[in-house]
């Protein structure tokens, strides 16, 4: 299929590079277009403008920061894309942010499918994200063989927009708290005197342990915060959209909030480029 993939960052370049290796045929877009133009090398036709990237596109993929990015480069995509064509958007937004760009789609003759990610670099290098996807059952089966290309599992929903960013920042919140607790606790163990593997070995096998709090203690105890599976920017900026939501329905997330306080320390502090897991560093003035 014709695919343009906008947005050639963390996450973007792999899944760009896995739907070439399924035969798929890839044009490019970046804002730094040294990142779009690797992929030429590998059979992607890099674009200078977005529209370019779009012209003929059956199927267009946002991999951007926010709602705000994928709709301003969507706005500047709009004189080449085709009438009909399927807009799939996988930024992580705010529900209020889909209804614009859901709106934007309709204006413009395309079938938005809210499809956000879960998963980092390693995943989508591997083709293993798992995509959650809002959508027309109509265009699932044109839509599963780029699925595919990029993912392991797919859950599709109904074609309510926003249902599957909703669920994007319920999942996202579980995974920052995680993420702010690793940091925390490692934070303690040097604080306390405790070598962080005696805390992994107490662990270990129990109803405590688990994969996500290894491979987030791993970056911290080896100091491999680049390149980013997901930095702490982007954390911070999801982190605000979480508390965010939850104080429109009248819902406190404390934890929430902290986290999103070190997250941003952690910034103020130059690591905002640096894995998620530099949250650490907040834990030290």
Same mark, same amino acid.
């Given at each position: 299929?014709?695919?343009?993939?906008?947005?050639? !960052?963390?996450?973007?370049?792999?899944?760009?590079? @896995?739907?070439?290796?399924?035969?798929? &045929?890839?044009?490019?877009?970046? %804002?730094?277009?040294?990142?779009?133009?690797?992929?030429?090398?590998?059979?992607?036709? $890099? #674009?200078?403008?977005? +529209?370019?990237?779009?012209? !003929?596109?059956?199927?267009?993929?946002?991999?951007?920061?926010?709602?705000?990015?994928?709709?301003?480069?969507?706005? =500047?995509?709009?004189?080449?894309?085709?009438?009909?064509?399927?807009?799939?958007?996988?930024?992580?937004?705010?529900?209020?942010?889909? *209804?614009?760009? #859901?709106?934007?789609?309709?204006?413009?003759?395309?079938?938005?499918? *809210?499809? +956000?990610?879960?998963?980092? %670099?390693?995943?989508?290098?591997? !083709?293993?994200?798992?995509?959650?996807?809002? $959508?027309?059952?109509?265009?699932?089966?044109?839509?599963?063989?780029?699925?595919? $290309?990029?993912?392991? =599992?797919?859950?599709?929903?109904?074609?309510?927009?926003?249902?599957?960013? %909703?669920?994007?920042?319920?999942?996202?919140?579980?995974?920052?708290?995680? @993420?702010?607790?690793?940091?925390?606790? /490692?934070?303690?163990?040097?604080?306390?005197?405790?070598?962080?593997? =005696?805390? /992994?070995?107490?662990?270990?096998?129990?109803?405590?342990?688990?994969?996500?709090?290894?491979?987030?203690?791993?970056?911290?105890?080896?100091?491999?915060?680049?390149?980013?599976?997901?930095?702490?920017?982007?954390?911070?900026?999801?982190?605000?959209?979480?508390?965010?939501? #939850?104080?429109?329905? !009248?819902? %406190?997330?404390?934890?929430? =909030? #902290?986290?999103?306080?070190?997250?941003? &320390?952690?910034?103020?502090?130059?690591?905002?480029?640096?894995?998620?897991?530099?949250?650490?560093?907040?834990?030290?003035?």
């Amino acid at each position: 299929m014709d695919v343009a993939v906008l947005g050639t !960052g963390i996450m973007g370049e792999p899944i760009a590079r @896995n739907l070439l290796k399924a035969g798929h &045929r890839v044009r490019v877009w970046n %804002r730094t277009k040294e990142k779009a133009e690797a992929l030429a090398r590998e059979g992607a036709y $890099a #674009a200078p403008t977005p +529209p370019e990237a779009v012209a !003929g596109a059956e199927i267009v993929m946002t991999v951007l920061f926010d709602g705000d990015a994928a709709l301003d480069v969507m706005r =500047q995509a709009a004189p080449g894309l085709r009438p009909g064509a399927l807009w799939v958007q996988s930024s992580t937004a705010s529900p209020d942010d889909v *209804d614009l760009l #859901a709106g934007f789609a309709n204006d413009n003759g395309l079938v938005y499918v *809210d499809a +956000p990610l879960l998963g980092t %670099r390693a995943p989508a290098e591997a !083709g293993q994200l798992t995509i959650l996807a809002a $959508a027309p059952d109509s265009v699932w089966g044109t839509l599963k063989p780029v699925f595919d $290309a990029i993912g392991a =599992q797919t859950v599709w929903m109904e074609a309510d927009p926003g249902e599957a960013t %909703r669920l994007k920042l319920v999942v996202n919140s579980w995974v920052l708290a995680v @993420n702010n607790a690793v940091g925390e606790t /490692l934070a303690l163990a040097k604080a306390l005197d405790v070598d962080p593997g =005696q805390f /992994l070995d107490a662990i270990a096998g129990g109803g405590l342990d688990m994969g996500y709090l290894r491979l987030k203690a791993d970056v911290i105890r080896s100091g491999s915060f680049t390149p980013p599976s997901f930095t702490v920017d982007t954390a911070a900026k999801d982190a605000r959209l979480i508390v965010h939501e #939850a104080e429109q329905a !009248g819902v %406190r997330l404390d934890l929430a =909030q #902290a986290g999103l306080e070190r997250l941003r &320390r952690a910034a103020e502090q130059g690591h905002g480029g640096e894995d998620m897991a530099a949250s650490y560093f907040a834990s030290f003035s």
